[in-house]
């Protein structure tokens, strides 16, 4: 039977509430309608001068063949995002589950870059990486790879798609670890009794059991590549070269603090907040069918 | 009870008044001067709180350009601006455009009633900054204008004479090919490229970036830099980096890094840059000369423009408080000042008798190529191409223009499509600029 948690005081659930709730309301529901607000005026950027011109900005927008090019290199670079970061935390989850020596110490050493600030994170990159003074850059000529993100655009997108994974692979390597961790060890030792190898046991035991975990971080790592990843393209690529890096949030501030577009980059961040309410629905009616919970 | 509350409101009114009679007024600058320049800025304030009683100039750090900006965009819109926020060049056309917020230096200084004489400022710092009328709107401030820098030391090793700057862009193709030959990793590279090669390239050219007199005839205009000259003249740079004879080092100041690092042997920066580079290379290694320009399309450079900021004063304070905007204003333009900032920082005086009692002083002397960016901008009388730029949403454009170049340099694209394809996209920005402004 279903244990039913009941209040005596009326009051007490929404105070218990209140707070969340407040918190909604500030930083979310307040700053979306401003943004709508401002999505369908333009004034000049000191406030003044404003004027009330329907969809004139959205119009600017879908007419602008950048903004295609920029949602462009924002599917790419999340797709590469969340697919390697998730299968790369898988691997080292799976690798470090299986570590019985020094198993904290790998643990530790795996879970550090979290604690490096994603911008951190670009300007460390983009030291290693300097196509003049850059370590790696070097190690790279020796081999032949002239590694230049400042010039070449693919380069620059795997650069970012680098840092932005290295970011977030802890994050990720933790909740698989966990999961992994609270598969019943009964399950594969019955597996193992039956025959089963360890890939074997992987893919038809911890794998399923794991999709709930693995749901969960689909779900956080796009939003991450969506959102989270400013800092690293801001410290690291400014959305340059020409335009190879210049993801959808990147273009909002972009053209919002830089340009003093405050018209044209809130519509850019409503139709970017439709477009991940749109992710997150899709993600929970039909991925979340094949989660085994 | 009634009369406890009068007399407590009688006396906190007398102590406020006894309070606002002792206290100086303050007056709220807000700069995008950090380290360095942060500290002379600090010293210039600290100068003019000595020099007077009535008012005491409070300069706050707040970030980059943008940065402040934008910080006082939302004091402003919350009513607690700055009097004086610095504001860089290419925010000049969206400042003038915010009517009502900003409080032209002209007017400023006609309602405080203090001396303001417009012929003692260097022509194109002022052009750049005033009305078609001549009417000043913002104090320039740091002002500097690219010159051209080259590393003496590379240039012994090439073969080259050390202490002949090339004078030409095919003597400067000639100089790199050397550069490279004899083991350099790079002839030449610019910083601000969207400064340094097009709209100044322009300027010292006698080209058009726009429509209008490059904006200063009114909103209603179009980009013009895709012409003949400045297509030849990237393709020409795209084709040099095939052979490392150019080297794109990134945006904005970025490139100056392959300078300090002794990659590059010769670069395009702002004056600005030279004690950072001086500093790096030694002052003897480094020789600072005009910029190279290309006979083929004007016979001899025009001039140069600046960039930099300026100060805007800020509407929303009560009226009393501008008469001490206004001092500090005539004190920061002073001859002796501005003496003082150039010398320190390798920005243009903004006056001609600041750039003379420098000379006096013998500073050029022990400073050699130190007055370069002041010979520059005035080696002729300012055309409507070569005064200076009045674009609407010009950092977005600049940002386009930009990107467009970086395709060229990675091959993408060649110099014409580029170039048409920036003004295209850079013309949808203004028009969108004009119909928010109408």
Redesign the interface.
């Known amino acids: 039977m279903e244990k039913r948690v009941t209040f005596n005081e009326r009051w007490l659930p929404y105070l218990l509430v209140a707070p969340q709730i407040v918190i909604t309301v500030v930083f979310f529901f307040w700053p979306t309608g401003q943004a709508i607000f401002q999505s369908v005026i333009t004034e000049d950027a000191f406030g003044g001068n404003t004027k009330f011109v329907w969809f004139d900005n959205f119009t600017h927008l879908l007419n602008d063949s950048s903004y295609y090019e920029s949602v462009r290199i924002t599917v790419v670079f999340s797709f590469l995002v969340a697919t390697v970061g998730l299968a790369i935390s898988l691997l080292l989850a799976v690798m470090a589950d299986r570590i019985i020596r020094g198993a904290s110490a790998y643990k530790s050493i795996l879970v550090w870059p979290y604690a490096v600030a994603p911008a951190v994170a670009g300007v460390l990159f983009g030291f290693l990486f300097n196509p003049s003074v850059g370590t790696v850059s070097w190690m790279l000529k020796g081999v032949g790879i002239d590694f230049n993100y400042v010039t070449n655009g693919n380069q620059a997108l795997i650069l970012v798609v680098i840092v932005a994974i290295w970011s977030q692979v802890s994050y990720n390597f933790l909740f698989f670890l966990a999961g992994l961790q609270s598969i019943p060890k009964s399950l594969i030792e019955a597996a193992a009794i039956d025959g089963a190898g360890p890939g074997r046991r992987f893919w038809d035991i911890a794998f399923p059991l794991l999709s709930p975990t693995g749901f969960f971080l689909l779900v956080i790592n796009v939003n991450y590549a969506f959102f989270g990843t400013f800092g690293v393209i801001a410290s690291l690529t400014q959305g340059g070269p020409g335009q190879a890096t210049n993801i959808l949030v990147y273009k909002v501030y972009n053209d919002g603090f830089r340009g003093q577009d405050l018209g044209g980059s809130s519509a850019q961040s409503v139709i970017l907040m439709v477009i991940v309410i749109l992710l997150t629905i899709i993600q929970f009616k039909y991925i979340e069918r094949r989660v085994h919970y | 009870m009634s009369r406890i509350l009068l007399s407590s409101v009688a006396a906190v009114a007398m102590l406020a008044s006894v309070h606002g009679a002792a206290a100086q007024t303050e007056i709220q600058w807000w700069h995008a001067m950090g380290g360095n320049l942060g500290d002379a800025v600090n010293a210039l304030a600290d100068q003019f709180n000595k020099s007077q009683k009535d008012y005491k100039v409070a300069p706050v750090y707040k970030g980059s350009y943008?940065e402040t900006?934008?910080a006082a965009?939302a004091a402003?819109?919350a009513k607690q601006a700055p009097h004086i926020v610095q504001v860089f060049e290419v925010?000049t056309a969206?400042m003038m455009?915010?009517?009502?917020?900003v409080y032209p230096v002209y007017q400023v200084m006609a309602d405080a009633k203090e001396p303001f004489d417009p012929k003692a400022f260097i022509g194109p710092v002022y052009g750049y900054y005033s009305t078609t009328d001549g009417k000043l709107l913002s104090m320039p401030f740091n002002s500097s204008t690219p010159v051209f820098y080259w590393n003496k030391e590379m240039f012994q090793k090439a073969g080259l004479d050390p202490n002949t700057p090339p004078k030409t862009w095919k003597e400067v193709g000639e100089a790199a090919a050397k550069i490279v030959a004899s083991g350099g990793?790079c002839g030449f590279t610019p910083q601000w490229q969207t400064w340094t090669m097009i709209e100044n390239y322009g300027a010292w050219h006698n080209l058009p970036y726009a429509t209008k007199a490059n904006g200063f005839g009114g909103t209603d205009i179009e980009l013009k830099f895709n012409d003949e000259p400045r297509i030849k003249f990237i393709q020409m740079l795209a084709d040099w980096s095939k052979d490392k004879r150019f080297v794109?080092?990134?945006?904005e100041g970025?490139s100056t890094?392959?300078v300090t690092?002794g990659?590059c042997a010769m670069h395009i920066a702002s004056s600005g840059s030279a004690s950072a580079i001086e500093k790096a290379l030694g002052k003897d290694k480094v020789g600072i000369a005009m910029m190279p320009y290309s006979p083929e399309v004007k016979a001899e450079p025009q001039n140069s423009i600046i960039g930099g900021a300026t100060l805007w004063v800020l509407q929303g304070r009560p009226k009393d408080e501008y008469k001490g905007v206004a001092k500090f204003l005539t004190f920061l333009s002073s001859p002796e000042v501005q003496a003082q900032w150039h010398q320190q920082t390798g920005y243009v005086p903004i006056t001609l008798a600041a750039a003379k009692l420098t000379e006096d002083s013998g500073f050029y002397k022990n400073n050699p190529g130190r007055d370069i960016a002041v010979k520059e901008l005035t080696l002729h009388e300012p055309t409507e191409n070569s005064k200076g730029l009045r674009i609407g949403?010009f950092?977005?454009i600049r940002?386009?223009v930009?990107?467009?170049l970086?395709?060229v340099?990675?091959g993408?694209k060649d110099a014409k499509a580029a170039l048409d394809e920036a003004v295209k996209?850079g013309n949808?920005l203004l028009k969108?600029f004009e119909?928010?402004?109408k």
Not at chain 2, 248 to 251: L, N, P, Q
């Open positions: 943008t900006l934008t965009i402003f819109r925010g969206n455009a915010a009517k009502g917020a990793k794109y080092g990134g945006r970025k890094a392959l690092g990659e949403n950092v977005q940002d386009v930009d990107e467009e970086e395709n340099w990675s993408k996209r949808e969108k119909a928010a402004n």
